[in-house]
């Protein structure tokens, strides 16, 4: 009984108080809410990027970030965007889960003439109609700097293995596609011989490095992995087999990678960083917020190189 | 029945298939043999088939548990959260986990055979909740330990005689558990479990408590393995270790474990794993894609299913 009444008067508060909140929107004109739809927390860079960009939010005068999340859970990123538009958020952004099953709801955002900022990962090409902009990192761009980098590494020539993602996933078929473009454009004589999935997991990495080994023994010279992690995991492999010498390139600039890269275990990776990633996002959000338009509509963000000759300027956020 | 006679029968189909199977990766590929891949391809099993050496035994119980791969997420995660960089913080990084798969392992027990629930559903429900904690726990990021002591680092990485010490503690249980259910009462009770549960019961076994035993030895088989996760790599993204229910429970199948009870052995599920790591280890050296390595052993379970239940319907 009591219980009840507690949770009716909290409610009633709360109603309350976003009936309030309505109302100084409409009297503070100058006002920015920004609406994210965030899928998951269960993802370590989009996390942090939420985190990122809730903490650059709270920064700027006269901005509010609304952000709602999916929890893993197509059908509720969908109602949450709903929800966004029935709030007449100024400017939505979406981080989809799902670049086909959001479209609809984008649709519904963009009928209500609210402008769409996809960030951090793109919807599919029928959501990208949909958008006034992307801000974001690119997985292609990224297989092209892994390219650049064991390029550098191995002096132009080489055979060279992959340690993809899982299969099937657009992360995992841009970077390799990226690191394939990204060689053949620098004439490199890097050979590719061998690209296996890890499925993101660092066990199967290391499962995967070693049999790398077994097959191409010495004539292996470097190793794209998809992420950190699985770089790490595998240049651990090597150093433990006496193969430290295999160049091994992984992608994120996360905290574990730059680790690696700084014990010498890996070569290099490039920055993707989530506070650049939110900041970059949120000025796009406050520009249409107030009705520009942004001069490009795809905006990657910068992924500077890093190895071990600038690892220290890389503080790794994720 | 058969099933009293199955645990002492000697030879399975699985062992003979191991063996052709290595032949065979001999033949397609010359360094298959080499003394670090045959370490390689034993220490690949390790984790999938501490998984399914427990999955083996509440299968042969005649229940499901699909919870363990959350088990291992949690264990590995919990692992490195302990920081187990001294001698104390390595000891509960060890035991801690192991207690508390044991304990997802005692309500797993009593939902299905104190209440009556259907063990998929239960241990699948178990398995959200357990994911949902973990990853409410870390906020989805990575989770780390920097200065892992040597001991708990060898547990996975360590060598003697050129083989992982993983591959021994993995080997050490194979025969515990081959002799504890092959030559204790507990282990006779599980057959009767899975065999005939009312036979069972009026027969005196203690079914309830036989029953949470084999959930609570598969929850903290499931730790353990989580553990070892934590010692092999020292980071880890929880969401990329998900889903080690599946490959064990195909192992235990594999390795002639009935979905129905009453059948099956821990040495034969350990053989299943090796068949499992062999296919995957030649493959990935040949550069088959993942595509064709998931249609092969598709097409090797299929037929090792096939031909149990054509050789349980002619006994």
Redesign the interface.
């Given at each position: 009984m009591s219980v009840s009444l507690k949770i009716s008067r909290r409610v009633a508060v709360a109603a309350f108080a976003s009936f309030m909140a309505a109302t100084s929107y409409a009297a503070a004109a100058e006002k920015i809410v920004i609406g994210h739809s965030q899928p998951n927390l269960g993802w370590p860079y989009i996390a942090a990027v939420t985190n990122a960009l809730e903490a650059a939010g709270k920064g700027m005068e006269g901005v509010e970030v609304v952000t709602l999340s999916a929890d893993g859970d197509i059908a509720k990123q969908s109602s949450d965007i709903a929800t966004l538009v029935n709030r007449k958020v100024n400017v939505l952004l979406v981080t989809s889960l799902d670049g086909n099953a959001v479209v609809p709801a984008l649709k519904k955002a963009a009928d209500a003439g609210i402008p769409i900022l996809a960030v951090s990962n793109e919807p599919s090409e029928a959501g990208q109609k949909l958008l006034a902009g992307y801000s974001g990192p690119d997985d292609y761009v990224q297989g092209v700097i892994a390219a650049e980098l064991l390029n550098d590494a191995l002096k132009g020539e080489g055979a060279i293995a992959i340690i993809e993602g899982s299969p099937g996933q657009s992360t995992t078929l841009l970077r390799t596609q990226g690191l394939k473009d990204g060689l053949a454009k620098l004439n490199s004589k890097i050979t590719i011989i061998g690209s296996q999935t890890a499925d993101w997991n660092p066990v199967k990495a290391k499962d995967v490095a070693q049999a790398f080994l077994t097959a191409h023994g010495d004539q292996l010279k470097g190793v794209f992995a998809q992420d950190d992690n699985t770089g790490a995991a595998a240049a651990e492999v090597f150093k433990a087999a006496g193969r430290g010498d295999i160049k091994v390139v992984g992608t994120g600039g996360t905290i574990n990678g730059l680790k690696a890269i700084r014990d010498g275990l890996m070569y290099g990776t490039m920055d993707q960083s989530p506070t650049t990633d939110a900041k970059q996002a949120l000025d796009f959000a406050v520009k249409l917020a107030k009705g520009e338009k942004l001069a490009e509509k795809r905006n990657i963000i910068p992924m500077p190189k890093i190895t071990s000759a600038n690892v220290n300027e890389f503080k790794g956020e994720w | 029945m058969t099933a009293a006679s199955t645990p002492w029968r000697f030879v399975t189909p699985i062992w003979p298939v191991l063996l052709v199977l290595v032949i065979g990766a001999s033949l397609l590929?010359g360094?298959?043999l080499?003394p670090?891949?045959i370490a390689?391809v034993l220490?690949?099993g390790v984790?999938t088939g501490i998984v399914a050496l427990g999955m083996t035994i509440v299968l042969i119980g005649g229940q499901f548990d699909l919870s363990t791969g959350a088990t291992v997420m949690m264990a590995a995660v919990m692992a490195l959260l302990l920081n187990p960089a001294d001698g104390t913080s390595t000891a509960l990084a060890i035991l801690l986990p192991v207690a508390l798969g044991g304990m997802i392992g005692l309500v797993n027990g009593l939902a299905v055979y104190r209440a009556g629930a259907n063990s998929i559903v239960a241990t699948i429900g178990m398995q959200f909740l357990v994911i949902g904690a973990v990853?409410?726990l870390v906020?989805?990021?990575?989770v780390?330990a920097?200065n892992m002591s040597e001991i708990f680092v060898s547990l996975s990485?360590a060598r003697l005689l050129g083989i992982p010490y993983s591959v021994y503690i993995f080997l050490g249980l194979v025969i515990a558990l081959s002799v504890m259910m092959s030559s204790t009462v507990f282990g006779r009770h599980v057959y009767a479990l899975g065999g005939d549960i009312e036979a069972a019961r009026r027969a005196g076994v203690k079914v309830v408590r036989t029953g949470i035993a084999t959930y609570v030895i598969s929850g903290m088989l499931a730790a353990l393995a989580g553990v070892l996760?934590a010692s092999?790599?020292g980071?880890?993204?929880?969401?990329?270790?998900r889903g080690y229910e599946f490959p064990a429970l195909t192992a235990a199948v594999l390795g002639g474990t009935s979905l129905t009870g009453g059948v099956g052995r821990p040495a034969d599920t350990a053989a299943a794993i090796w068949v499992i790591a062999v296919i995957?280890?030649v493959m990935?050296?040949?550069?088959y894609?993942?595509?064709v390595q998931l249609l092969v052993q598709g097409v090797v379970l299929t037929a090792a299913v096939a031909f149990y239940s054509w050789q349980r319907a002619r006994s």
């Open positions: - | 590929s360094p298959f080499s670090a891949n390689a220490q690949q984790i990853l409410a906020s989805g990021q990575h780390r920097d990485r996760i092999l790599v980071n880890l993204d929880p969401t990329a270790i995957t280890n990935t050296i040949l550069n894609q993942y595509p």
